[in-house]
C-alpha cells in the first residue's frame, strides 16, 4: 500500500527564513521538529491481546484504550503470561506509561516497544504487590523511547489480569502533509498514521459498504480534515456511516446517497466527541426499505460539534433526521446554514426533524441545559412530524431559520429558558402547517414571522398539574393516570410544563387560517387522564402584529371552569401590551385583559385608506416604528432584518 503524500519541507522553509533575515548561513543550522501537545498516545488506536475473558467483546482490547473508565480489557485466567499491545499508527517518541488496574492483579512486568511489531526492545520493568483494589501505575521512563508498537507484558500474577486503561504519554509533532487514497484499509491506515494539521484526500468514487471510524490527532490550531477529493464526486452508498470519534476532526464534501446506516448502527453520521465539525456534505435518501426502521441521520454524542452547509433529503424511516444523546455532555453543539427537504411524513410519531434532549427534558430542576443552536437553516416540505422543530431540553437556541410548506412547527415540547426567535415560517395554507409552540418556563418568543399556516400560529400550552405543594402526586380525579419518567427528580413528568415567566413579544403573523396567538391550549385534553389544567400565567405578550383580512379569531385566552375540582386554582394574569390586531378579533377571558390590545377593522378585502391609516397611527403611537401595514407582509421588515432564506443560501456549495 503506497499514501501518497505532498510533503512540506519545513526545516527547509525554516533555514531560508533566517538567511533573509540574518543574511548568513549557518552550517551547523539544523531542522527542528515543532510539536502540538503532550497526549495519550494510546487513545483510540489499534489493540490486540494474549486472550479475551470467555472471548467477551465486552472485555476485548480495545477497551484498554478507549478512554472509559469504566470500561476494560479482561484476559482469561489460564493463560499466563499475559500481554496487551497497542499500535501508535506510526513512530512516536514517549516517555510515560500509566496502567490503570483492575483489583491490582500484576506482580511483574515489562514495557516493550517495536518499529515493526516483530522485534522487540525493553524499555522498562517493574514488580508490584497484589491486592484487591483497584490501583494505578505510573511510569516514567528513564529516556524518552521511540516505537509505533508498544507492550504491556505480564509476567505474573495473582489471577487473570483486567485493565482499565493502557496510556502512553508523548508529544506529538505538528503535520501538514496532504494524504490521498483510494481504498478503505489505506483510509483506515491514514487515520493511524496522521498528525495534527494533515489532510486526507478520499479519492473520486463510489465507496460502498464503508463504516469511515475517524479518529486522529488533532488539536484545535491544527485539525486532521478529511476531504473529498472533488466535493460532491465521493458517494458513500450501501450500509455504510460516519463516525467522530476524536477532538478537532473535519470531514467536507461527502454525498451519502443509495444506502442506509449499518445493521446495529443508531445513526448515519455521529460525532461521537467534541470539537468536531461535518460541512459541505449531504445526505440524500439514505433510507433502509422498511419505513419502521429506526435510525437518525446525523446523531451528536459529544460537545461543541458544529454541523454546517449540508443537505438533507428524502428520509421516510422512524427516528428524527438530527438528535442528540441528551444524557448530559452534549451541549453547546450547532446546525446552521444546511438545507433540509422532502422529510416525509410514514409514521404517527417520532419523526422530528430536530429532536434535541437534555437537562430539562425531564422536569429537572436545575438550570443545566443542552445549549443547542439551530440558525440559519431552510426547511422546505419537512413533514416528518408536526414538530419540525422539537425542544425538550433548557437553553436552547432556534433562529434566523426560514420554514416554507412544511406539516408542523417550532415546538417547545418540554424544558424551560428556551429561545426562539427571527425566524421566519411561511404556510402558504399548506396542510397541517403550524407555527410556533411552546410549554415550560423563562421562554423567549420574539421577532418571529408567521404567514398562512393552517393551523394555530403561536400556542401557549396548558401545562399538567401532577404534585401537590409536598411534591405527592395529587389526584384531581380517580381517573388520573401520572406519567412515570426514569430520571425526573420525584418520578413523574407532567405531559407538558406550565407556561410561565415567559416574553411573547415583537412577532407578526399574517393571513394564517387558524388562531394567531392561543393562550391555553390542549386545557383538560384527555381528561381525566391528564390533568392539563395549568393555565399560561405571567407571561409578557407584547409588541406583537396580527394581520387577518379575511377575519376569525386573532387571539384566544382559554376560560377558566368554575366547577370543582378545577375552582380551587388560582392563576396570574398575562400582561397584554401594545398589541394590535388588524382585521380580526379578540376573546381575551379573566384573569387576563384586552386593554393591552388594540384592534381594528378591516373594511372590505383590501385595506381602504382610513382603516389603514387607522392601522398606521396605532402602530406608531405604540412606538413600533417601521412595523406599518407596508412591512407587514414583508418577512425581511418583520424578523430583525432577515429575508427570507432561498436554496442558494444554505447547503452544500456543490449542489447550488
Do not use: C
Not at 508498544?150 to 489471577?159: R, Y
Not at 488539536?219 to 472533488?230: D, F, G, R, S
Not at 455504510?240 to 464534501?253: A, K, T
Request: net charge negative; hydrophobic share 30%; proline share 4%.
Amino acid at each position: 500500500m503506497i499514501l501518497q503524500r505532498n510533503v512540506q519541507l519545513r526545516s527547509i522553509v525554516m533555514v531560508l527564513t533566517l538567511v533573509l533575515i540574518l543574511g548568513t548561513l549557518s552550517s551547523a543550522l539544523g531542522s527542528r521538529m515543532i510539536y502540538a501537545e503532550r497526549t495519550n498516545l494510546a487513545l483510540g488506536k489499534t489493540a490486540t491481546a494474549s486472550n479475551v475473558f470467555q472471548n467477551k467483546p465486552n472485555y476485548d482490547a480495545s477497551r484498554a484504550v478507549d478512554g472509559q473508565a469504566s470500561s476494560r480489557w479482561a484476559s482469561d485466567t489460564s493463560q499466563e503470561p499475559y500481554w496487551l499491545q497497542v499500535d501508535l499508527g506510526r513512530e512516536f517518541a514517549f516517555d510515560q506509561i500509566v496502567i490503570s488496574e483492575y483489583q491490582s492483579r500484576m506482580t511483574s512486568y515489562s514495557i516493550q516497544y517495536s518499529s515493526d511489531g516483530t522485534t522487540w526492545n525493553t524499555g522498562s520493568t517493574g514488580t508490584k504487590a497484589s491486592g484487591t483494589k483497584d490501583t494505578v501505575t505510573d511510569i516514567d521512563l528513564d529516556h524518552p523511547i521511540t516505537g509505533r508498537y508498544v507492550k504491556l507484558g505480564v509476567d505474573t500474577a495473582s489471577s487473570g489480569i483486567s485493565i482499565y486503561e493502557f496510556e502512553i504519554y508523548g508529544e506529538i509533532p505538528i503535520g501538514g502533509e496532504v494524504m490521498r487514497v483510494t481504498t478503505p484499509n489505506e483510509l483506515t491506515e491514514a487515520f493511524h498514521s496522521a498528525l495534527p494539521g494533515d489532510t486526507i484526500l478520499m479519492a473520486n468514487g463510489t465507496w460502498n459498504e464503508i463504516y469511515i471510524d475517524f479518529s486522529a490527532y488533532a488539536t484545535a490550531e491544527h485539525p486532521v480534515t478529511l476531504h473529498a477529493e472533488t466535493p460532491g464526486k465521493v458517494i458513500i452508498s450501501g450500509q455504510s456511516g460516519l463516525s467522530l470519534n476524536r477532538p478537532h476532526l473535519i470531514v467536507d464534501g461527502l454525498l451519502f446517497t443509495d444506502g442506509r446506516a449499518p445493521d446495529g448502527k443508531d445513526s448515519v453520521i455521529t460525532f461521537n466527541s467534541d470539537y468536531g465539525r461535518i460541512t459541505n456534505t449531504s445526505i440524500v435518501n439514505f433510507n433502509p426499505g422498511d419505513t419502521s426502521t429506526k435510525y437518525y441521520w446525523a446523531f451528536f454524542r459529544g460537545a461543541y460539534n458544529r454541523l454546517d452547509n449540508s443537505r438533507f433529503e428524502g428520509k421516510d424511516h422512524m427516528q428524527p433526521v438530527i438528535g442528540n444523546n441528551g444524557n448530559g455532555n452534549e451541549k453547546y453543539n450547532v446546525v446552521d446554514h444546511s438545507y433540509f427537504k422532502n422529510i416525509h411524513h410514514t409514521n404517527a410519531n417520532g419523526m422530528e426533524t430536530f429532536r434535541i434532549w437534555g437537562y430539562g427534558g425531564n422536569d429537572e430542576l436545575g438550570d443545566d441545559g443542552a445549549y443547542f443552536t439551530i440558525e440559519n437553516n431552510l426547511f422546505e416540505h419537512a413533514d416528518g412530524d408536526d414538530e419540525v422543530i422539537s425542544l425538550k431540553s433548557n437553553h436552547n437556541v432556534v433562529r434566523y431559520n426560514t420554514i416554507v410548506e412544511s406539516r408542523g412547527g417550532i415546538v417547545g415540547r418540554s424544558g424551560n429558558t428556551n429561545t426562539i426567535e427571527n425566524n421566519i415560517i411561511i404556510g402558504n395554507h399548506y396542510a397541517d402547517s403550524t407555527g410556533i409552540r411552546i410549554s415550560g418556563h423563562r421562554n423567549t418568543v420574539s421577532q418571529n414571522y408567521v404567514q398562512e399556516v393552517s393551523g394555530v400560529a403561536l400556542t401557549l400550552t396548558t401545562g399538567e398539574y401532577v404534585f401537590d405543594e409536598n411534591h405527592q402526586l395529587d389526584y384531581l380525579t380517580p381517573g388520573f393516570e401520572p406519567l412515570a419518567r426514569n430520571g425526573s427528580p420525584y418520578g413523574y413528568v407532567g405531559h407538558y410544563g406550565w407556561v410561565k415567566d415567559s416574553k411573547i413579544t415583537n412577532n407578526v403573523f399574517v393571513n394564517n387560517d387558524g388562531i394567531d396567538i392561543s393562550v391555553g391550549i390542549f386545557y383538560k385534553n384527555h381528561w381525566p387522564g391528564y390533568q392539563m389544567v395549568l393555565l399560561p400565567e405571567n407571561n409578557l405578550i407584547s409588541g406583537n402584529i396580527v394581520y387577518k383580512p379575511n377575519g376569525g379569531t386573532a387571539i384566544l385566552t382559554t376560560k377558566q371552569e368554575s366547577t370543582s375540582p378545577l375552582d380551587t386554582f388560582k392563576f396570574l394574569p398575562n400582561s397584554f401590551h401594545k398589541n394590535v390586531v388588524f382585521g380580526g378579533g379578540i376573546e381575551i377571558n379573566s384573569p387576563n385583559s384586552d386593554k393591552g390590545t388594540i384592534v381594528l377593522p378591516l373594511l372590505g378585502k383590501s385595506v381602504s385608506n382610513s382603516s389603514s391609516q387607522l392601522a398606521e397611527d396605532a402602530i406608531q403611537s405604540y412606538g413600533l416604528k417601521g412595523r406599518g401595514l407596508n412591512s407587514i407582509q414583508d418577512p425581511s421588515d418583520s424578523s430583525g432584518g432577515q429575508k427570507p432564506l432561498m436554496a442558494q443560501d444554505v447547503g452544500p456549495s456543490w449542489m447550488k
